[in-house]
C-alpha cells in the first residue's frame, strides 16, 4: 500500500509540475509579467508584482495573486471544483486589507483551463474529504460552482515546450 501511495504522490506531483509550468505560459500570454512564487508551501502559485502595491507576501509587494489546482477530470464530471478552505480564507483576508488586490483561482481540467476572480464576500458550500487512495488525510474544503468559473482559451501552442514524446529505447540483443 506504502509504496503504490508512493507512487501515486510522485505522479501527481509531476502532474502538477508540468501544469503549473503550461500554466505560467498561458498566464504571461494573457497577463504579462507573470512570476512564479518559489517557496512550494505559497498559498499562492504566481503573482504579479507591484512595488506600489500595500500588499506584500514572501518578501514580494504584489497587485495580483493565482492559485493554480490541476485536476486529471473535465469540467463537466462534477458540479463544482475543490480547494483548501485555507486559500479562500487567505485570500479573503487579503482582499479585506487591500480593495486594489486581485485574487484568481485557475483550474486546470484535463485540457481546459479555467478562472475565477475570488470574491472576498462570496459564500461556498462546505465539504471535508481527502485523496484516501493517496494516503492523504481529510482536509476542510469549500466547492466552487462550476458556473463562477470562465474558461481561458488555450491552444496547441501552449503545451508543445511541456509536453514532450518520449525517448525512443534503442534495445540490442546478443
Not at 509540475?17 to 502559485?45: M, P
Not at 482536509?139 to 518520449?166: G, M, Q, R, S
Amino acid at each position: 500500500m506504502y509504496r503504490m501511495n508512493k507512487l501515486m504522490y510522485k505522479d501527481d506531483l509531476k502532474f502538477g509540475n508540468v501544469n503549473e509550468c503550461i500554466c505560467l505560459n498561458i498566464l504571461r500570454k494573457n497577463y504579462g509579467n507573470v512570476l512564479k512564487f518559489s517557496n512550494k508551501y505559497s498559498v499562492f502559485d504566481y503573482y504579479i508584482e507591484d512595488i506600489n502595491s500595500n500588499t506584500k507576501i514572501n518578501n514580494k509587494r504584489v497587485s495580483v495573486l493565482f492559485e493554480l489546482k490541476s485536476r486529471r477530470n473535465n469540467i463537466n464530471k462534477f458540479n463544482t471544483q475543490l480547494i483548501g478552505q485555507n486559500k479562500i480564507d487567505k485570500a479573503r483576508t487579503l482582499l479585506k486589507k487591500d480593495k486594489n488586490l486581485i485574487i484568481f483561482l485557475l483550474y486546470k481540467l484535463n485540457n481546459e483551463l479555467f478562472i475565477y476572480q475570488v470574491d472576498k464576500d462570496k459564500e461556498f458550500q462546505t465539504c471535508r474529504l481527502g485523496n484516501f487512495a493517496r494516503g492523504s488525510n481529510a482536509e476542510d474544503l469549500y466547492l466552487i460552482p462550476n458556473e463562477l468559473l470562465t474558461k481561458i482559451d488555450i491552444n496547441e501552442e501552449d503545451y508543445k515546450e511541456y509536453v514532450k514524446p518520449p525517448t525512443p529505447i534503442k534495445i540490442t540483443f546478443d
